[in-house]
């Protein structure tokens, strides 16, 4: 490069910090402004009587040797600084459907899945043999998820690939029970069976079937490590420093204000924040009405609802896989449609990993399903002052999800030392995420062109990463990342540094 470019970037969530330690690698200055106290976005851990939570990133995948992450992680010098914990090899996910008390267990690897569902399903196997394989040709298609350049922006795909999830997995069988356990992991992707098209149905399954995992200790080592990767180039990572201004000059940001009222100018700003609330920090007016207009308009994902459980020393057993807890079959899409009296429909649980693990748990995280509507009464409160009546609430939601918890394991209540909780307005407060969506804009099959959103904008030099854009989670918004710095260094090289590591 004949000069170095300096780079401003909005928001230090695994978004930002992928973007930022990529373009330091390759000679770019950077400087990443973070708005909470601490960096990491969904990556961030929080402490209470000591014990540490994650937040927004509790099961991994694609960092086992020639993993794409373990690639991308290589090339940052960052993979030697994680912790890494497979899950068990013979139950990666147990899913528990009440109405028949059935467990089913799910090991690693697409073969394994085979033969494990076709003991409880045997007249299935052949289908569950064309399932597995259609996954696999899907994933195949999608050069980025294996780190491969892609042909063209708009290649095509085969059939199944932006179809509806819904009609995909009812494709292969006629078995209600089987269809539903095909979905079960839809609470990972926020899927809509009418509208998650199968393509994410494929990377997610296929990512966590062949290598679900979880920090050790928690996610915020991936923060911490990408936070070194920036600073030792040169960069610079600021939290506690949001961006509350965009000045826009002829169809280009001429500047920004942080929250303190600093200036601060760049070649080249990134924004990893959601496009909505980019949009609230510029005037609209100066970009193309049309274009925020659409992007203002796609949907959001549904919010969840966690329980933060700390045990008593010794009390509870560790497991190392993740729990699914439903009622019914007939709930796998529909755990967002409820009565306040009825939920949760579902429970989503880990024990998560602490360093020097041993056979009991410290802890539980529960994840639930919850509409941003259903605390939408007090969406102009902040944390801490959102009164008695959401304070109630909250203790009543616990108590429902313990509830559920003692009806799986009878006697665990006396296990608990003590639990906090978050709602769908904490994750809209602390991210920065509309109504609290899980996992952003919701992508929809039957209009797939409303809810992409491309890495350039309308404005010269601002460039779009993050969940909104391509693809959440763990892997998602790393090749997202990809995809938003290949705008600067050009994809072939950029994935041709990556892979020189193989
Ligand atoms: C409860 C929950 C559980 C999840 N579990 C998993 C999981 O197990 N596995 C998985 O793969 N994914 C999971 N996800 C999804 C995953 O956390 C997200 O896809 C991912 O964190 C999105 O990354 P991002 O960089 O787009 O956004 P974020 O990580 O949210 O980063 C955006 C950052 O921008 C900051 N910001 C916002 N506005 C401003 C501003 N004006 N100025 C400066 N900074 C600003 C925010 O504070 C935030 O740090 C979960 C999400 C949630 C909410």
Redesign the pocket.
Known sequence: MAQKQEIII???????LFCGAMLSKEGYTVKI????YKI????HQFKREGVSFE??????GAFQPGGALHRICSYLGVMDKLSILPEDENCIELFHIACDQKKYIIPRGADRFVEALSKEFPEEKENLIRYVKAIGIICDEIKLYNLEIPDALFQDYSNPFAESVGDFINSFTGNERLRSVLALVNPLYAGDQYKTPTYIHALISNLYLESASRFIGGSQQLADALVGAITREGGEVHAAK??AHIEIENKKIAYLLTADGEKHRADWYIS??HPS?LFE?LDTSKIQRSYWQRINSIPNTYS?F?LYIIFKPGAFPFFNYTYYYMEDYSMTWEQNIYTLDAWPKGLMFITPPVTGQDACAEKMIV?CIMNFETVKQWENTTSGKRGAAYEAFKRQCEQKILHKLEEIYPGVKDCIQSVYSASPLT?RD????KEGA???VKKDCTNMALSHIPVRTKLENLLLT???INL???L??PLTAINTCAELVGMKYLLNKINERR
């Open positions: 909005i928001g230090g969530g695994i978004g930002g402004f973070e708005q909470h990491g976005g969904g990556l937040t927004g990133m509790h099961i991994i949001g961006v990893s924040i609330s920090l969840a966690t994840n994750i602390y991210y920065g995420q899980l996992y952003g993050g969940q909104n959440h989670g763990i998602g918004v």
